[in-house]
T-cell receptor
Framework: EPEVTQTPSHQVTQMGQEVILHCVPI?????FYWYRQILGQKVEFLVS????????KSEIFDDQFSVERPDGSNFTLKIRSTKLEDSAMYFC????????????????FGQGTRLTVV | AQTVTQSQPEMSVQEAETVTLSCTYD???????LFWYKQPPSRQMILVIR??????QNATENRFSVNFQKAAKSFSLKISDSQLGDAAMYFC???????????FGTGTSLTVIP
């Protein structure tokens, strides 16, 4: 069964450093997402991506964050200058479509990358 | 704004017994979808069950069923004949009918006692 894969599973980085989180969505999916979950808090939406551009982003997704789909298969999240409060589990997800027959379909999630900023 | 609330951070159930996980949501939309996701330890979230808001009938998937109370904006998950493999974090999620974003609750950690 196809699945969303994320690498690495755990990333430790020093405050102020840049970090890139990697995701390979399911191949025939069109919508891609990044979510994060700070320990003990709810899963929060960061950004959605469709047709090679950001379709929605949250307040969390400020200028420090960027996303890219560099080669048609990977979907990356970059944090330019990490802060302590960026420590969280980051989930990538993908979805087949949005409207019509795909409107009610679920997003498929990866197992997450635990980012620890020290 | 859409919010999803799971008021039970932790629940436990004896193997073979039934447990109900609570979820409430807030929305002004009439067209939306609700989901329950399961996240086993160190594994990805997987869909357990979904409910379309326009359907009055409660969704069921084998041992999993929901009690969807649209007027009360409540969407609880019932797990019957609980198994050890049901132990996981369970997330309730909401999506607008025309939107792409999923809104999640804080999750309920379910322990199944042998």
């Amino acid at each position: 069964e196809p699945e969303v894969t994320q690498t690495p599973s755990h990333q430790v980085t020093q405050m102020g450093q840049e970090v890139i989180l990697h995701c390979v969505p399911i191949s025939n999916h069109l919508y891609f997402y990044w979510y994060r979950q700070i320990l003990g808090q709810k899963v929060e939406f960061l950004v959605s991506f469709y047709n090679n551009e950001i379709s929605e982003k949250s307040e969390i997704f400020d200028d420090q964050f960027s996303v890219e789909r560099p080669d048609g298969s990977n979907f990356t999240l970059k944090i330019r200058s990490t802060k302590l409060e960026d420590s969280a589990m980051y989930f990538c997800a993908s979805k087949r479509g949005s409207t019509g027959q795909w409107g009610n379909t679920e997003a498929f999630f990866g197992q997450g990358t635990r980012l620890t900023v020290v | 704004a859409q919010t999803v609330t799971q008021s039970q951070p932790e629940m436990s159930v004896q193997e073979a017994e039934t447990v109900t996980l609570s979820c409430t949501y807030d929305t002004s939309e009439s067209d939306y979808y609700l989901f329950w996701y399961k996240q086993p330890p160190s594994r990805q979230m997987i869909l357990v069950i979904r409910q379309e808001a326009y359907k009055q009938q409660n969704a069921t998937e084998n041992r999993f069923s929901v009690n969807f109370q649209k007027a009360a904006k409540s969407f609880s998950l019932k797990i019957s004949d609980s198994q050890l493999g049901d132990a996981a974090m369970y997330f309730c999620a909401y999506k607008r009918g025309t939107g792409n974003q999923f809104y999640f609750g804080t999750g309920t950690s379910l322990t199944v006692i042998p």
